[in-house]
């Protein structure tokens, strides 16, 4: 106990009462009930009303303790925050405010000095009664500065939005002055307050506009149309009562700042729905690459540098695959990115058409589609982001993971280019036809092509080889060296020429470097895999799913016979030796057949065949809700042909091969592993022996840190309709599936629409 503590009044805070029986001492709060044992703490409890010294409880000798006990005894009830020492008794007028800050774990007399202290307060936007906070300020004891005062040991903004533009300038005169500020928006029918920023410990306002703006990319793109900028205006709505706690609520938690009481949620906005009264805190953090509190830097220096993958055992077995962390630790690492305000991802829901076993869940628009008018915003949010699995948290880690891999793959600026034309970077480029794979005849053809095919199946304009673009650096885990690809192939939205573009083959997030770079090779020898198949139509061996002795198969297709369906498997595995299947399902209770898939590929041929058949669920149940797959098709010709057209009796490709014996598991030869880095190197030492090079770009984001790259492999086939010469006409002749090329104008005439 500190020196001078004797002197002091010794008493329970004032936020709690005491009881005391034969069964022990209750301390009694707002919060609950406190119980504390033993005739010794029963004796003192009932002197420590705050009117003895400790002197005066030594001479009582509460229970025959000895003097040291009884110092002794009340140190533990003060380090149990149960007990303070006080100047002098306070009046009784006084007593509900020292009440308060002993809740708050703060000396009564400290907090009360500090809110007694000066704070600036000022407003930018329109509709704003700075008046009705400042009065509910200084009803606290607080001074305020109205327009705002540079002595004043905190700054209240008020605002209209949070994205006001005037905000940069408050957020830039407080970094300069190393000064904390509090944000909050009294307007409207939902109260916003907080963070508090404080200069060089914390976030910016950038860090938390740019989450902003990311979810109103519908009003960006608007007020784009428009010709605005900034946010649009919206009429306001509100009422007295609601104003009238806005500036309360606002004047509290300034004054519990000024007062010393520091929590986790200073850190975040809280948001109050006056509709519903739901309040919620949503956590802002520091951006890393914030060019204006971070290191804008660190993006491009994560590009120049090398990827050396290190050994990583699979520490769990999860519905789509071997991890480094399980679902539920994914989950609560990356939790924090889920918020409607803060985060990435507004929210996370399951799809509940169709029977539970879909586990099918969404995690909000298509962060990798650029909405550049009204009818591409439209289309990239009905193409969400989604997860699948086994399990229910397998597909909710799953849509969380594919949200925050199309974010990392989306253009924001600091990425290092390169500018350069082709010819003059002679072998340090790859060239972009390698990776688009387009056949001459199709750049010729592309006008009519273009205008009766959806988007994602449009062909580029001609590459011209002497022209300058920007270039990024990728790793070859082959070669162990760099090389250069358009910046424009590998992120969404990048600015360059239209002769080349970015998807998503290849894109793929991880639990670990190891797993990200595993899933992104896997994705390309599914894709691959699945165009020879589809493209060429050449017939494949069912799977027999009896064999695999997995009960989960069992009720999947006892779901799928509930709701009219069947469904089956074929085994479409390429050159590459993984297993590669592909999940078919039809209507059987009506004309229309309906037909969808899903694909999936892995080492594990027991892992493949979940993802095919997981993918298959995840897909399933916009097709359910609607009409012969009205839903599906609606901004896509090719999937309107596809549902209006396909039976299994005219594309016989899509079912089991009866000239071939089912394959079961034993089929494959697969010898499980440990290590996720041993993956990779097997499938690279696999594509090296066929002639082919694996490249990797870390696309990481700092702020975000769940690990996504991009991964590409020149030569190998899109599923998309890219009908070069190369692997598309080679691989089923070389496999025996052909005995001689598909003629370029006999290839499948239905492009693979997913």
Same mark, same amino acid.
């Given at each position: 106990?500190?020196? *001078? ?6 008493? =329970? ?12 001492? &209750? ?46 005894? /009340? ?12 100047? $002098?008794?306070?009046?009784? #007028? ?23 202290? +000066? ?63 509090? @944000? ?55 009422? #007295? ?93 990356? +939790? ?27 995690? *909000?628009?298509? &962060? ?7 009818? #591409? @915003?439209?289309?990239?949010?009905? $193409? ?14 799953? #849509? ?13 600026? $600091? ?6 034309? !082709? ?39 001609? &590459? ?20 250069? /690809? ?14 080349? %573009? ?45 064999? !695999? ?15 009219? %369906? ?36 892995? @080492? $594990? ?52 091969? %009866? ?35 694996? &490249? ?22 899109? =599923? ?13 002749? %070389? ?17 693979? =629409?997913?």
């Amino acid at each position: 106990m500190h020196a *001078g503590a004797s002197a002091r009044l010794v008493g =329970f805070k004032r936020h709690l009462r005491a009881a005391i029986s034969d069964g022990g001492t &209750f301390l009694f709060s707002e919060r609950g009930v406190t119980a504390l044992r033993g005739p010794q703490v029963a004796a003192l409890a009932s002197l420590l009303d705050g009117t003895r010294d400790l002197a005066t409880l030594q001479r009582s000798r509460p229970a025959g303790l000895a003097a040291d006990q009884v110092v002794g005894l /009340v140190q533990q009830l003060i380090d149990a925050d149960l007990v303070a020492l006080r100047p $002098d008794p306070a009046p009784a #007028a006084e007593a509900p405010e020292i009440a308060y800050w002993d809740s708050c774990g703060l000396d009564p007399v400290t907090a009360r000095e500090g809110v007694s202290g +000066r704070v600036g307060l000022t407003a930018v936007g329109t509709h704003i009664d700075v008046a009705a906070v400042a009065q509910a300020l200084e009803a606290s004891g607080t001074s305020v500065a109205l327009g705002g005062d540079e002595t004043a040991e905190l700054t209240v903004v008020l605002c209209d939005d949070y994205l006001n533009p005037e905000l940069t300038h408050v957020d830039a005169a407080h970094r300069a002055a190393g000064r904390p500020w509090l @944000l909050a928006k009294p307007v409207g029918g939902q109260v916003w307050i907080g963070p508090v920023f404080q200069p060089g410990a914390g976030p910016c306002l950038h860090c938390l506009t740019t989450r902003l703006w990311g979810h109103r990319n519908a009003e960006a793109t608007a007020q784009r149309l428009l010709g605005e900028s900034g946010p649009a205006q919206r009429p306001l709505a509100s009422v #007295a009562p609601l104003a009238g706690a806005a500036a309360q609520l606002i004047a509290l938690e300034a004054t519990k700042w000024q007062g010393g009481h520091r929590y986790p949620g200073q850190h975040s906005v809280w948001t109050f729905d006056s509709l519903d009264f739901r309040g919620r805190h949503h956590e802002v953090r520091a951006r890393p690459q914030c060019p204006h509190c971070g290191d804008p830097s660190l993006v491009a220096a994560q590009a120049w540098s090398p990827i050396r993958l290190r050994p990583v055992r699979r520490a769990c077995y999860a519905g789509g695959g071997y991890r480094s962390r399980t679902p539920e630790q994914v989950l609560r690492r990356y +939790r924090h990115l889920v918020s409607p305000v803060s985060g990435v991802i507004k929210e996370i829901k399951q799809d509940t058409r169709g029977p539970d076993l879909f586990n099918s869940f969404r995690s *909000g628009p298509n &962060f990798g589609a650029v909405a550049g008018d009204v009818d #591409a @915003l439209r289309s990239s949010l009905r $193409d969400e982001s989604g997860g699948k699995g086994v399990t229910a948290i397998d597909a909710e880690v799953g #849509a969380l993971c594919e949200a925050l891999e199309r974010i990392s793959g989306r253009y924001h600026g $600091d990425e290092v280019r390169v500018r350069a034309s !082709f010819c003059s970077l002679g072998e340090e480029a790859i060239h972009p036809g390698e990776l688009l794979l387009y056949d001459e005849k199709q750049y010729a053809d592309r006008r009519r092509w273009n205008a009766e095919h959806a988007p994602a199946q449009h062909v580029c304009e001609p &590459f011209d080889e002497n022209a300058e673009l920007d270039w990024t650096p990728v790793w070859s885990l082959t070669g162990g060296h760099h090389r250069l /690809v358009p910046t424009r192939m590998l992120y969404y939205g990048a600015p360059g020429p239209r002769s080349v %573009r970015a998807d998503s083959n290849g894109n793929a997030a991880g639990t670990c470097l190891e797993d990200a770079v595993l899933q992104g090779l896997l994705e390309l020898v599914e894709r691959d895999a699945v165009a020879l198949w589809w493209y060429n139509r050449t017939s494949a061996p069912g799977v027999d799913l009896d064999a !695999f002795g997995d009960p989960w198969l069992a009720e999947l297709r006892r779901a799928y016979r509930e709701i009219g %369906r069947e469904v089956w498997v074929l085994d479409v595995s390429a050159d590459l030796e993984v297993p590669v299947m592909a999940a078919v399902s039809r209507r059987t209770d009506g004309p229309a057949e309906d037909i969808m898939f899903g694909f999936g590929a892995h @080492l $594990d041929p027991h892992i493949a065949l979940r993802r095919a058949l997981t993918e298959l669920n995840q897909l399933m149940p916009a097709l359910l809700s609607a009409d012969a797959g009205a839903e599906f098709s609606a901004d896509d010709p090719d999937a309107r042909r596809w549902w209006r057209t396909a039976t299994a009796a005219n594309q016989p490709y899509l079912v089991p091969d %009866r000239a071939q014996p089912l394959r079961g598991p034993g089929d494959f030869g697969h010898r499980p592993g440990a290590d996720l880095a041993a993956d990779v190197a097997s499938l690279t030492t696999r594509l090296r022996a066929r002639g082919l090079e694996a &490249f990797v770009l870390d696309q990481t984001r700092p702020d975000l840190e769940l690990p996504v790259v991009k991964v590409m492999v020149p030569g190998m086939r899109h =599923f998309w309709a890219r009908f070069a010469p190369g692997r598309l006409y080679d691989v089923p002749v %070389r496999l025996g599936r052909l005995r001689e090329p598909t003629p370029y104008a006999e290839l499948n005439p239905l492009p693979l =629409f997913l």
